[in-house]
């Protein structure tokens, strides 16, 4: 079965300072790779997918993560944090040879940046 | 474009009472989803849609009923709410095959059980 772990509940980070909020994975196959954020009261929005190719992926808003297969891992990264990016966010899965079921979310993972 | 378009944003119900929410999308997507989110829970699948006249239960369908008569509509029906059904709910739409294409999420419905 597939499954998403985040282990960190939540990450505080100092402003300025880099992040990186964790995520491994679990799934038979190759996988593709998501990570979301929330706002309060809002809907998730897409940050970066992995689905082949380069492991380090570049996404909106600064942020990176890169796919390491050998870990089964996709951490989230961004060299300097922003009180602004204080938020849920989420890391999802999915099965390349599962096409048609739906992603697979992490709990999710509350970054709080500090000023 | 609209985007996915969920109603209603908020609504208090009783034990016993049954609702629909409703999610329209205006993005000719084939695939639409309902999860729920509860606290530290992630998010978990409801039902989902893979086109018109299609559905399949996801990993929690229990209490909750779907339909799909068009393309642009996904209604979520709960028959008899229970306080376990407390929750805020998303609906979420691709263009077609999961997994490759970012998912488009609705603005959430918050529903209470009381």
């Known amino acids: 079965a597939q499954s998403v772990a985040q282990p960190e509940d939540q990450v505080n980070v100092a402003e300025g300072n880099p992040l990186t909020v964790k995520c491994t994975y679990s799934v038979s196959g190759n996988p593709y790779l998501f990570w979301y954020v929330q706002y309060p009261n809002r809907g998730l929005q897409f940050l970066l997918k992995?689905?082949?190719?380069?492991?380090l992926v570049k996404g909106s808003y600064g942020f990176e993560a890169e796919f390491n297969k050998s870990q089964t891992s996709f951490h989230l990264k961004k060299p300097s944090a922003l009180v602004s990016d204080s938020a849920l966010y989420f890391c999802a899965v999915s099965a390349r040879d599962q096409a048609g079921t739906a992603l697979i979310f992490g709990k999710g993972t509350t970054l709080s940046v500090s000023s | 474009n609209a985007g996915v378009t969920q109603t209603p944003k908020f609504r208090i119900l009783k034990i016993g009472q049954s609702m629909t929410l409703q999610c329209t999308q205006d993005?000719?997507?084939?695939?639409m989803y309902w999860y729920r989110q509860d606290p530290g829970m992630g998010l978990k699948l409801i039902y989902y849609s893979v086109g018109a006249g299609i559905t399949d239960k996801g990993e929690v369908p229990n209490g909750y009923n779907v339909s799909r008569s068009t393309t642009e509509d996904f209604p979520l029906r709960l028959e008899l709410a229970a306080p376990s059904q407390t929750s805020v709910y998303f609906c979420a739409s691709i263009p077609g095959l999961a997994g490759i294409r970012e998912l488009f999420f609705g603005e959430g419905s918050r529903l209470t059980v009381l």
């Open positions: 992995y689905i082949t190719g380069d492991n």
């Open positions: 993005m000719n997507h084939n695939y």
